[in-house]
Structure formats: structure tokens, C-alpha cells
């Protein structure tokens, strides 16, 4: 057997049997530095292999929010619209959702020159904000051309820097990869010895007590520390009297509101966004709807300005106090949608609360996935297939309004006219539809009555809820 040596031609070593050094320098002093020197090379090799590695994330992120904002501009190079609209309509795209919205945290030791963690939506707002510089004095004349080529001078920098971080970083990996340490070394062969009469002495000890040892003994303190985060539940989040205030203002009164803003810049905060919207939600429940529509609007007015960077304030309120202006339709759909979701979902409560309390038992129909389609297929009345003929005799037996309900393809409609019908007929019905192969679902459907059904409602229930607390997650999306 040959044994291969070659691999501790690479080990570091800081040993001092073959140094020679000048008579009036100490040999002991030169050793150390010379240690030291290796430890510090060593470490900051390292360091720069984790930094590396991040801003080519950062890098990788920027990159395709420019491609959206380059796709934009070129879709609507024909639009007699200014490209300034546009160009903003994608930033306001891309803060609208801060869980996405904000960059990665660099690794442990990594420190960037921001002090808070950089968004995308202020890295966009900068990039365009040197295009606009870059123009000078002169104005182009193509405005959507000068953008795209201003736009994709940053984006060939951006893409020169990835390549020279991924050659640099190869080169560190290769270095790093290439010495032998003795952190990287570890026992081959390790035994231990005890004899049988020691051993039996040992087990005969009574244990008083028994501990458990922990390969991480951070890791108790870290899962504590995750289940006391996990106590900051939506449902414990209140509305403040600062936000009460605010979101009691006259609506539409941009100007109250930034006023009120100046006086009062602690109301950016994003817990302050929270607050409105649980206070909507809430408020929504009792029946308050102008109100909780106004919390709406006040916590994503709120959400806007924290998003748009340090001139998010400046930049909101100038744009969406413009006359005719596309950021006010932005906004203002923002506004809309996320109220209706609440909206929404306060009826589903208020009518289940109801149907507790009333006593009533319903069939309904759910998806066992939220995401799968549920396909109604009617039979044609004019088919000439055995199995479909039999099929659209029993859809012609049901009632108008579940014929209705079953034209319309709506799962909703359907269970609104199997709610008004008692759980025997509903059953009954249930069961004609998948004989009949008109109620098509993937992982079948969940009777809600049944106790199997409840479990599996509880588990989705329960699933959605752990999504909205894991980090990142945002805590407003009520629905």
C-alpha cells in the first residue's frame, strides 16, 4: 500500500526549527509576530469570503429588480405617459411588500457601511437618481431611450462587480482550501479502555440526578428565547393612542397628515403600521367600516412612507398630492384591496360566530390545499356519452339555485345554497356530485362537520398562522 504524503506539502505551520534571523533580532519576537501575521491573514481571509459571498446576494437581488424596472420602461416606450411614471409605479411595486423589500442581514462579523439594513426600493431610488444626474442640464429627446441606456450602464457595473467578486472569491476559496490548519484536523483514531469491574461499580450508583448534556449548550436558551418571540402574536398588537390620533383625522387631508407626521416622526414606525391595521380589523368586526377603512389607509400611507428610503416622506406626499397622477391610483387600489381582504374575512368570522352561537350544522366544502383549483364541470346537455347523459339528469333534478350556484363555477355559491339545506339533503347532494364526476378537487373535499374535517381545517388553519410569524413575515396580512 503507498501512502500519499503530498497533502501536508499545504499545512500552515508557524514552527521555528528553520528560522534564522539577524543576530540583533530576537528569534522568540520574530516567531510570535510571525504567528500573529498568519492568524490575522488567516482570519481576514475569512472575513472577506463571507463578505464576498453577501454582496453578491445584494448584488443578485439589484439585479432583478433593475431587469423589472428595464422591462417597464421598454413595454411603455410608446406610451405618451412621462417614463417618471412608470419608473415610480415599480419602485412603489417593489416597497409594497417589506418582507421582500428589505435585503438580506449580513453574517455574523460582516459590517456594511448602512446603518440599517439597506432596502432594494432606496438602492432603485438612488440608481435613478444618478440616471437623473447623469442627464445634466440638457433634457434628451427620448426620455424612455436616455432611461433605458442610463439604467443599463448601472446594471453592466453591477454585473462587472458580480464577475470581479466571483473571481476574487475563487481565488480566497482556493487559498483558503489549499491550508491545513488545526482547526481542520481531527482525530483518526481514538479508543478507550474499561474494565468490566469498573463499569459494574459505576452501574450500581443510584443516579440522583439526571442531566441531559447538550452538544450546544446555547441551544436551550436560543429555543427559549424563539418560543418567547413567538408570544408577539398579531392578536397581542394594539392600536397606540399616537396612531388612534392619526388615524382619526379628516380623510383626504394630506396636508393634516403631514403635518402630523412632522410633529410626530416616531409614527413611521412599522409597529404603528401594525396597530392601524389590527384597529381596522377590529373595527371591521363591530361594524365601524369607515373607520376601519381610514386605519387602512392611515397604516399603508404609513407603510409607503417608511418604504420610499430617507425622502420616502417627501417623495409620497409630492407625488400622491399631484393632480391626475399614478401613484394616487396606486395607492388608493393598495388601500382598496387590502380592505376588502379584511373586509372579507370579518364577515367570514362574524357569520361563523353566528352559526355557533345559533347552533346550526352545515355541509360545507373546502379545499384540503388552499392552492389547489376546484373545477365544477356541468355535463352538456346535448352529449351523447352514456355516463354524462346519466350525469345531466341528476344536475336537471337539483333546484334552480343550485343549478345556478353550479353555473357559476364559484365554490362560495355552492356552499351558500348547501348552508340554507339540512345536512341530510346536503350530504345527499354532496354525494351526487362526485358520482357524477361534477365536483372535481385534487385531495378531495373536507366535510367541516365531521371530526376528521375539523382536524384537517384546524392543521391549515394553524399552517397559515405559523407562516405569518416566522421571521421576515409580515404581521398586517390579515387575511
Partial sequence: MVLDYSKWDALELSDDSDIEVHPNVDKRSFIRAKQAQIHQQREQRRHDIKTYKY????????????????????????????????????????????????APAPPEGVHTHEKEQPK????????????????????????????????????????????????????????????????????????????KGEAQSKAAVPAKKTDVELLNPGAASSSAAQDNDDDDDPADIEISPLAKRFAKLKPKDYSAYQRFIADHPEIVKEKETDGLLVEAFNSQLKGKEAYARQCVHQGLL????????????????????????????LFSNDVNDTYN?????????NKESSNESAGVEQI??????????????????ESQDPTEIEARKVFESFSPELQKALASESLDEVNKVLGNMSVEEAEQVVEQLGNGGMLSLEEGIIDGTTEEGQKKLAEIEAEAKQEKREPGGDVTELD
Fill in 55 to 102: 454582496e453578491r446576494i445584494i448584488n443578485d437581488g439589484l439585479l432583478s429588480r433593475i431587469d423589472k424596472l428595464l422591462d417597464a420602461l421598454k413595454q411603455n416606450e410608446s406610451s405618451s405617459a412621462p417614463p417618471e411614471q412608470f419608473i415610480f409605479q415599480t419602485i412603489m411595486e417593489f416597497a409594497s411588500n417589506p418582507t421582500e423589500d428589505k
Fill in 120 to 195: 432594494y426600493s432606496q438602492m432603485m431610488s438612488s440608481l435613478v437618481d444618478q440616471v437623473k444626474k447623469e442627464f445634466g442640464d440638457t433634457k434628451p429627446d427620448n426620455m424612455y431611450q436616455a432611461y433605458i441606456a442610463g439604467v443599463q450602464v448601472h446594471k453592466d457595473k453591477v454585473e462587472g462587480l458580480q464577475k470581479e467578486l466571483s473571481t476574487r472569491l475563487a481565488q480566497l476559496e482556493k487559498e483558503e482550501g489549499s491550508k491545513i490548519t488545526s482547526e481542520g484536523l481531527h482525530d483518526g483514531f481514538n479508543t478507550s479502555h474499561v474494565s
Fill in 302 to 329: 404609513l407603510q409607503y412612507c417608511r418604504s420610499l428610503g430617507p425622502d420616502g416622506i417627501k417623495l409620497f406626499f409630492g407625488r400622491i398630492t399631484t393632480k391626475d397622477h399614478r401613484a394616487a391610483t
Fill in 341 to 349: 381582504r379584511i373586509k372579507t374575512r370579518a364577515a367570514e368570522l
Fill in 364 to 381: 360545507q366544502l373546502h379545499a384540503v390545499d388552499p392552492n389547489t383549483k376546484i373545477t365544477i364541470n356541468i355535463p352538456a346537455a
